[in-house]
Every structure is written in C-alpha cells, then in structure tokens.
C-alpha cells in the first residue's frame, strides 16, 4: 500500500526565511501528488499539484515543488515566508490502486513563522 | 468554485445517541465523496469513500455499522455516527471530487467537530 512521510513534525522560523518541507513516497508507479494546506481553523486548500510533464510546480502563494522519481521525493519549497504562512502543510499522493483514486496524506508539518 | 460544505460544523452530543453529518458539493457535482477522521494535531485518516448511488467502501478498522454513509445524490453525502461514544470525539472531513474531471483532485470541507459527553 502507498505511504507518505513528511520529515518535519514542527518548523519554526523567522519572516524571509526560506521553507523546504521534506515529502517522500512509497509506490513506484505512476503517481499523482498533492500539497495541501491547512490555517488554522480553515479548512484544507490545494496548493499545487503534479500530475506529469515539468517536475518543478508552482503553486498558489509562491509555493513550490519539484518531483524526483528516482528519490521518491516531492518537496515543497519557498523562498522567502511570511507570518500569513503560518499553518499545518500535508503531503499526499494518489492511490489508484483500490479503484477509486484515494488520497493518502503524510502526517503533515506545523510550520509557525516568526515575525 | 468548487465549494464544498457541512453541516453542522460543530455538535456535541450524549454518548448512546446518534449524529448525522452533511456534506454537500455547492457548484458542483460530485462522483465521489469522501470521510476523513482528523484527530488532534494528527493527519486526516480516510475512513470511507462512498458514489453516488452505491455502498460505501470503508477503509480497514472503520466499523461500517457505526459509520453509516449515505450517498444519495450527486451533492450530498452524509455521516451517521450511531451509538457514539467518547472515543468518537473528533474532527470529520469529507471531500468530493468532481464529476468528469480526468485528474484526482479533491475538494475539502471545513470540517466538523464531534464531542461526545
């Protein structure tokens, strides 16, 4: 079954800094892989997402990600975070294998910015 | 677009009883739908998806009978808690995806927050 793990449980830092949150991947195959985003008291919001072609996405609000199949890795970068970057960021990527196209999410980041 | 909604967004309730919860796809129609459970400071953990029109498929260590999901059309699916219990109490997610789009994107609601006394 696919797995996703994120590498960072809590990021802190200072407004300017810049963001790498770590995601990796188990399934081999052909995935389909998501950030989502989560403010506090809002509900989940897509960030980017990869399906096929360029490996470097960009996203909603300066955020990127750059898909590397022979490390099973989507990363999710910025290069410079603000106070409003303040959420909890998750991981996912598609599982096709039962039928119906699952999300499976990694246990997502906390990122708390600094002003 | 693509606005997906809950009802009630928070409910507290006796432990015995039962509590239905709403999911509805507002501009669009959904093919699917999906329930999550999101425990405190965790992920969100898929416990169902369910089709318009079929039965649910529950993921592995979800009690279909205590989960009750009900597809009925193409905007609306609902949760049914019954006979909850304190170790119930959680944040429920649903999502939908959207009919006749090719990729896999889901659209999440905001979530409702179970508490059960």
């Known amino acids: 079954a696919q797995s996703v793990s994120q590498h960072n449980h809590h990021v802190i830092l200072s407004e300017a800094a810049s963001l790498e949150l770590g995601c990796n991947y188990s399934?081999?195959?052909?995935?389909?892989l998501f950030w989502y985003v989560q403010y506090p008291g809002q509900h989940l919001q897509l960030l980017l997402k990869?399906?096929?072609?360029?490996?470097l996405v960009k996203g909603i609000k300066g955020f990127e990600a750059e898909f590397i199949k022979s490390k099973f890795s989507f990363n999710l970068r910025k290069p410079s975070v603000q106070w409003s970057d303040t959420a909890e960021y998750f991981c996912?990527?598609?599982?096709?294998?039962?039928?119906?196209?699952?999300?499976?999410f990694g246990a997502g980041t906390r990122l708390a910015v600094h002003p | 677009g693509a606005v997906v909604s809950q009802h009630p967004s928070r409910v507290i309730c006796k432990s015995g009883t039962s509590v239905k919860i709403e999911c509805r796809s507002l501009d669009f129609q959904a093919t699917t739908m999906f329930w999550y459970r999101q425990f405190p400071k965790q992920s969100l953990m898929l416990m169902a998806t369910s089709n318009e029109g079929s039965k649910a498929t529950y993921e592995q260590g979800v009690e279909k009978d205590k989960f009750l999901i009900n597809h009925a059309s193409l905007t609306l699916s609902t949760l049914t808690v019954t006979s909850a219990h304190p170790e119930d109490s959680s944040f429920y997610i649903c999502?939908?995806?959207?009919?006749?789009?090719?990729?896999?994107?889901?659209?999440f609601g905001p979530g409702t927050r179970l508490t059960v006394t």
């Open positions: 999502s939908a995806r959207m009919v006749g789009v090719a990729y896999y994107e889901q659209y």
């Open positions: 990869y399906f096929s072609g360029d490996p």
């Open positions: 996912a990527v598609n599982d096709g294998s039962s039928g119906y196209n699952k999300l499976i």
């Open positions: 399934y081999g195959g052909t995935v389909n």
